[in-house]
């Protein structure tokens, strides 16, 4: 067996994994979902934006409910936290979810621009919500949130949902929502139809411009205005996942562990790097474009990650009852059990994902949805 | 701290109206997609394309159906966490492993393929595409078989043990979560149950077509497949169901004196009550018509083993609370100083009794000082509601004997190829539609709310695992979800009936148009 701290670096590096790939695979159907009214000026063009989404949306949703469940299995106490502190953040999510399916499923079933219309409403909601709560979300983290435990590890949480509406998490929110609306424009530039393309390429390089000046602004606003967190005292990496087993003190600054561990810096650096990538790749007629933006949404998702590091949840009013790697896993034996199963199972995923996207590949054109369609 | 009882009611009512909500659109996915598979089995090795068609008809009410299952399933991911934090808390260690693999194994290779499923006909082989749709075949109960386990666990937790630097429960083995015996009936029975529903769709859909005289040829070959594959399901649902019953009755013995309404102790072999009426207050049955021997053979397979009462079992409940309290005791002194022997033993010795004493919180904030008045009502909240048990057990139970009867008349009548000839028979495979959802809801009842008080059971009280949150965040979410859900169940009921209606000849699906079609999205 794997020592407990191994496996907790292990599974904190795998959850982040999750987040990436949920944010990469499923953060461009949300991005073209939330340009569905932007780039598509008819019912005909949006229905080519959804149609170059259709086939592999609900797999890639998957990435976020496999995230929610290894969460709850490797994390128990981040997730539970989490999920019932910001409860009506969460439950907005929620929503979000349960009307993709149904829209993507149900939009095309009447025959009626009226309806149409609706669903595209729905999912271009239900997207734009999704990418600014995500964002909303992280930027909490970095400021703590509101929770505390007693003796027996029940939390309790003092704040509600406009506590969580924060500038900086305000900011954070911009940040996710530009970062995922230019990789949905990069993939809509790859997939849809030559006039809604060109419309995508330019829409881009807007989003990836304006994410580029918010994510220094973020970054400098967590240099000078944040105060970081740390644990004080001796640090127990292989101990039982008591968050009150320990001692932790606010006032440090979140770019310790960037100096602690130097290589933490590629993350922010490929994000802008990446960012710059975009603008340079992004064109009709190849995937680097495309290639840009994952590599500039998975670097933005680690350098937030990187900088909490040990910290997963820290609180705000009880910093003692903040969450660490070190404090909130899983027993080892599940951490263990749960890695070997990813080991065995990530890989048959990527395998048989990739398939799919092979065999459904190629350009969504106007004429082709005529030929098949009568519009809708 | 004390917990807020409106919070535990609305939580626990959200809970049973989504995971009841859900319930409605698994089943038929679970059972539809073996009927597809089939379909596009015979489709590809008689090469006939009425029988491809066929996949792409039921596919469109598949797909409706399917979509709101996902959908309603996120729900019930998100609702441990938002709703029972320290639930999952408590037992995430061992609870979130099942639901995580279920992700990687199941869902994942189930999401991804249904895209090609839809759109992938004109872009990969027939024999490529059959694989598709036999692999979302197979997830799909893949995805059943690892939510169940997670089920089975709170139903009978094993492999497990409590942990008082943590304060939750860890896994010791995990080989005994995985082989579960309740994990394995409640598999079998449940997967068989959406395969009678699957099946009951098909059939009663199919029947419509020939009251009307429509679709004959195309309404006829389905009705076959699904008599078939009705009648091993609805064999399998009972004979398994059995199978249930018995591990019930070993390791869920108060559920299944309430099922029964046994208050007191028979001699063996007990006495099956067919029907009757359960007096809650005076702990009788009145007039309750009863068949001897048939219960004690259901609930221990033999004639000499006696099952216990619900009187009987809330004394050994008394008994547990009373040692609980000491492993509670030796618990709090752990948690301060981990290595004091003497409590190390008695929390080795009496910690499977520790839930019993958690039964203890909704009435005394320190289970140490309950008085034995607190005990004896502890002791009696570990009786579940009994006349809501007893009822929708019988329906279950009438229901599967209907449809064994139902598609064994069904078989007979397409081996026979008379599926048409009777008006009445096609009528009443119609009306029929319903009763599977009955039945499965019924189910859920029996298996969920007959656990009761226990989330998990002799583990952790329900009334315990709630979140820390306020009962007008919870009403709020509830009214939400009662709103949202009723609008989309109009939604859904309304496309199903335009699609069912609209049938193959009227989606031009079969007979073939001449230009060429693109279905089932």
Known sequence: MLDYTTLRVIWWALLGTLLIGFAVMDGFDFGVAGLLKILGRNNEERLVLLEGIEPTWEGNQVWFILAGG???????????????????????????????????????????????????????GSGLVVMLVAGVAFGNLFLGV???????????????????????????????????????????????????????????????????????????WVAYGIPGFAVVGPVL?????????????????????YMQYPWFWAAPLLALVSAVGVQLLINRRNVAGFIASSLMVGSTIASAGFALFP?????????????????????????????????????????????????????????????????? | MIIDADVVTLSRLQFALTALYHFLFVPLTLGLVWILAIMESVYVMTGREVWKRMVQFWG???????????????????????????????????????????????????????????????????????LVTWFLALATSLSALWILIANAWMQHPVGAAFNPQTMRMEVTSFSDVLFNPVAQDKFVHTVSAGYVLGSMFVLSISAWYLLRGRNVDFAKRSMT?????????????????????????????????????????EPAPASFTLVGIPDVAQRRTIAAVKVPWVMGLIGTHSLDE???????????????????????????????????????????????????????KRYVDDPRKATPEDIQKAADSTIPNVPVLFWSFRIMVGCGFYFIALFGLSFWKASKRQLDSQRWYLKLALWSLPLPWLAAEMGWIVAEYGRQPWAIEGVLPTALGVSSVTSGQVLASLGGFVLFYTALAIVDVTLMLKFARKGPDGLGIWPPLSSSTTVGH
Request: charged share 15%; proline share 3%; aromatic share 14%.
């Open chain 2, 306 to 360: 006696t099952m216990p009462g619900i009187d009987e079992l809330v004394g050994v409940a008394k008994g547990r609370i009373v040692q609980g309290i000491q492993a509670y005791d030796a618990m709090l002194v752990l948690r301060e100083d981990k290595n004091n022997a003497q409590a190390k033993a008695t929390l080795a010795a009496h910690d499977t009794d520790m839930g019993y004493a958690l039964l203890l």
């Open chain 2, 225 to 265: 497949v699904a008599a078939s594959f009705g009648l091993a399901a609805a064999l399998s649902v009972v004979v398994l169901g059995d199978a249930s019953g018995y591990t019930v009755s070993l390791n869920q013995k108060m559920k299944m004196a309430s099922i029964e309404a046994m208050w007191h102790t």
């Open chain 1, 146 to 220: 509101p929770f505390q435990f007693d003796g027996d590890l029940r939390m309790s949480w003092q704040g509600g949902f406009f506590g969580l509406l924060h500038p900086f998490a305000l900011l954070t929110g911009l940040v996710s929502l530009s970062m995922l609306l230019a990789h949905g424009a990069c993939w809509a530039a790859l997939k849809a139809d030559h006039t809604i393309a060109a419309r995508a390429v330019k829409v881009a390089r807007w989003m990836t411009l304006i994410y580029a000046v918010l994510y220094v602004l973020a970054g400098v």
């Open chain 1, 70 to 124: 290894a969460t709850f299995a490797a994390w128990p106490m981040l997730y539970a936290v989490s999920f019932s502190g910001m409860y009506f953040a969460i439950a907005l999510v929620l929503l979000a979810f349960i009307l993709r399916p149904v829209g993507f499923n149900f939009r095309g079933k009447v025959h009626d621009p009226r309806w149409a219309s609706l669903w595209d409403w729905v999912l271009t």
């Open chain 1, 311 to 376: 910290f997963l949840l820290p609180s705000s009013i009880d910093p003692r009852s903040s969450l660490t790697v070190w404090d909130a896993s899983s027993s080892q034996g599940t951490l263990q059990l749960m890695l070997l199963v990813t080991i065995v199972f990530l890989p048959i995923i990527i395998l048989y994902t990739s398939w799919v996207y092979r065999v459904m590949r190629g350009r969504v054109t106007l004429e082709e949805l005529r030929k098949a369609h009568g519009g809708y």
């Open chain 2, 60 to 130: 469109v009410l598949f797909g409706i159906n399917f979509a709101m299952g996902v959908a309603t399933g996120v729900t019930m991911e998100f609702q441990f966490g938002m709703n029972w934090a320290y639930y999952s808390h408590y037992v995430g260690d061992i609870f979130g492993a099942p639901l995580a693999i279920e992700g990687l194994m199941a869902f994942f290779l189930e999401g991804t393929l249904v895209g090609v499923f839809f759109m992938g006909w004109d872009r990969i082989s027939r024999i490529k595409h059959l």
């Open chain 1, 237 to 257: 990496t292989d101990g039982a996942s008591n968050p009150l087993y320990k001692q932790v003190a606010q006032g440090g600054s979140w770019f310790a562990s």
